[in-house]
């Protein structure tokens, strides 16, 4: 059974940078075709995803936050780190992570399962 | 980046009431097309993938049709634990991207 669970600060101050971390079981990081995503929501708003990575270490940003947001795993603790610099009240959400799977270089299978989320807010 | 409009945003309807939800893509995203119900203080449930094909152990009163960009999803008998937000999802591309909620409400 493939189980995530996400992990970080309940508060961070604006300017911070945010440091989330995924820790997967059930699958191998080491997967081939299988990789782990960040998806956000604000409280009241619309899902937003974030960024993805895969076994062969590919990654992908979300086009607005590619500057601020770093993706990595760490195939032998079966984790995957997100960091988000710079952070700002906006930026305040339920971070979550999930698993999907590559169909082909550019096209992605559905998220399922995802973890049960972390809610981040940002305020000094 | 794909865009992925939604609507209605908001819908009310009663129990036993059939709902059609519209996603539609700014651009083709074939089948790559997914649907998710979320309910406060609960994990995201994956309702419907590759457009049409119903998730394991997900009531047959959902279902999806559509491919390209225009895309339903559809509640044939409303329960009263349908009452959600309800997200599309592409997955041609990436960003992956998702639209902006349809939030269903008990009339």
């Known amino acids: 059974q493939v189980t995530l669970k996400e992990s970080g600060p309940v508060l961070v101050k604006p300017t911070e940078t945010l440091t989330l971390t995924c820790s997967v079981s059930?699958?191998?990081?080491?997967?081939?075709?299988?990789?782990v995503t960040w998806i956000r929501q604000p409280p009241g708003k619309a899902l937003e995803w974030l960024a993805h990575i895969f076994s062969n270490d590919e990654k992908s940003y979300s086009t607005s936050l590619k500057s601020r947001l770093s993706i990595s795993k760490d195939t032998s603790k079966s984790r995957v780190v997100l960091t988000m610099t710079n952070m700002d009240p906006v930026d305040t959400a339920t971070y979550y992570c999930a698993t999907s799977s590559k169909y082909t270089i550019t096209t992605f299978t559905w998220f399922d399962p995802w973890g049960q989320g972390t809610l981040v807010t940002v305020s000094s | 980046d794909i865009q992925m409009t939604q609507s209605p945003s908001s819908l009310s309807a009663s129990v036993g009431d059939g709902v059609t939800i519209t996603c539609r893509a700014s651009q083709t995203v074939s089948n790559f097309l997914n649907w998710y119900q979320l309910k406060p203080g609960k994990t995201p449930n994956l309702l419907i993938y590759s457009a049409s094909t119903l998730q394991s152990g997900v009531p047959s009163r959902f279902s999806g049709s559509g491919s390209g960009t225009d895309f339903t999803l559809t509640i044939s008998s409303l329960q009263p634990e349908d009452f959600a937000t309800y997200y599309c999802q592409q997955s041609y591309s990436t960003p992956i991207t998702f639209g902006q909620g349809t939030k269903l409400e008990i009339k």
């Open positions: 059930g699958f191998s990081l080491n997967n081939d075709k299988m990789g």
